[in-house]
């Protein structure tokens, strides 16, 4: 079975990239697969989403990938391994703002993480990308190393805005990469919905007539929506603690929706298309 | 949209959704070229099936979606027909879809479907795919723009049926769109208009770009095509004459061309040719007789007067030499005055008059002298 490289994108922060990382990396593991999460945040939040410290120097991190001279030794973290078997992350943080600079010179430096992890395989079945919050540099290599795309985003205006854009950058962009094969968008992933009338308007949950709502317009241009993640005090004390949900509180019924998401991974095929 | 917002979500997606359906169409040039490369002479080829020919239809869309073009070249269909005969099977997989009904409907490769029900053979090779309405006209429509020998005026019709499908617009609204956007870049006209929708620019700019064109030369050079007698341009697109004898009937006058269009229904196009020729030479014999006996009004007497000047189709050319086309053509617009105002005539009676200086540069080559 061909490794699956998932890339978890937004065009705005704070909407659950990261929480949507290490669950489905909890998750994952669950079903016996062997996950590595990559952070390509300069904000370093998987580091602290995994419980982990931050990394004392830029050789125990992504940057250290991402260098031509890079040859095979990962420097993986192991995470949750007393409660679970096979999580490792390898760490993002400020570091990446150099990072991306050196990209741009670097020779076929969108393509560096792909090159790296097709010369140098990774044993792990799934391999996760957790993107920052803005299209930069780092999202076009995470892009050319991934098989598939989950987006996140809260039901606002602002974030449809900004996903819209994001959906517009990645067709423009893999087509210009000319992947193969190309990257397919699993899904979209709502977070931090709350009862209000915003929300609910936009997700279509308003019997009100004439309102465009976010599922009718994903589903005309074939895209998958996942199940809506609702607003949720445990999940931010979870990360707090530097712990998925599943470990933090197993019966919360939202860990079923991350669970779906974590199927539908397995479940997809690599390059089809 | 929230109740509230004031940017409609369609709006926001709009330039995602052009992005999207430009790497579509991207793919799927690349998979039909694929298709053309992939022979089949090896058996167990994968992801093509054989399939019974009698289980095949044509592709069967909603009125609202119906492909333009149905016509088959007779003399070209022979040929393939010749061509697969000689082989004992096709060899480049058609592609097809199956429907509702459980037979296959053709996307790509109706001409060679065609061949193979006429030769009788019982199987085709094929690749089966999954495809909605909208995408299957449209792999049609690119499929029928990538074959070789499509002629002008078919990949006119095939690209505006694809701006249409892609604007959602009417044949009529994408043509004035087209024509709107090429005043506006030539001189800046109804820039409101335009720079309003420039979603809809980068989409007919990108679609043309994909097949070598651009807007101005696809308004002044193919537009004009469909601009054929209406009679004619229908019976092309109704598939009873092709779109070379069109072109041909359309030079003709026309008060002859439903007589040349019935003609050139059985009549192959070598045939329509040598009538339009023989046609012109009895009418210039015609005209030359008639000044001889000092007609000199340079107005030629119609030709049905003279029972001997009829050939036995019926049909009577009246074609005068070019250049007494182009003056009596010129006399009849110098004075309109309104006509003249429009900046398009003069733009293009500068050209008419660039041409007539070429005219004028070979007289002096030649020691003409034309005072």
Redesign the interface.
Known sequence: MLQQRIAIMSNSGGVGKTTLAVNLAYQLAGMGKKVALFGCDPNGSLTLFCGLDDPLNADETIDYVLRPEFSGDYPLNPVWRDVVQGIDACLGGLILTETSQRLVLTKRGEYLLADKLEDHPLPHDVVIFDCPGTIEQVHTVALAASTHILLTLKPE?KD??AL??L??WI??T??DLRLKP?PEILGVVPNGFKDR??HR??LGL?Q?EG????PA?LN??NIPLFPTIRDSAYIANAAAVGLPLGIYRPKEPINEIYKDIAIAITQATVGE? | ?????R????S??E??????K??EL??LRAEIEQLKLTQTSGSGEPGFIQIPVAQIVALRLPDNLKQPRRYFDPEKLAKLRDSIQKHGQVLEPILVRRAADGLYETISGERRWRCCKELRLDFIPAMVVEMGDETALEVALIAHLLSEEISAIEETDSILSLLKLRLGQTFEEVKQFLIAIKNYQSRGDGAELIEASSDKVAIIEAVLEEFGLKVSSFVSNRLPLLNLNPQIIEAVRSGEISPTSATLINRTPEHHQVALIDFSKTATKTQLKEKIDHLKQMEWSQRVNSEVEGDNSGIIMPASHLQSEVDNSGIIMTTVPVQERIYTRLKSIRRRKSLLKDQRVQEHLAQVDSVLEKIEAIAGEKGISLS
Do not use: C, H, W
């Open positions: 205006d449809i805005d819209a854009k959906l517009n067709y423009e893999r087509r190309t009338a915003m308007d936009n308003s009100l309102l465009e709502s976010l317009i005309q241009m298309n | 949209m929230a109740r509230n917002s940017r409609p979500m369609t926001m997606f330039q995602a959704v052009g992005a999207q430009e790497e991207d793919r």
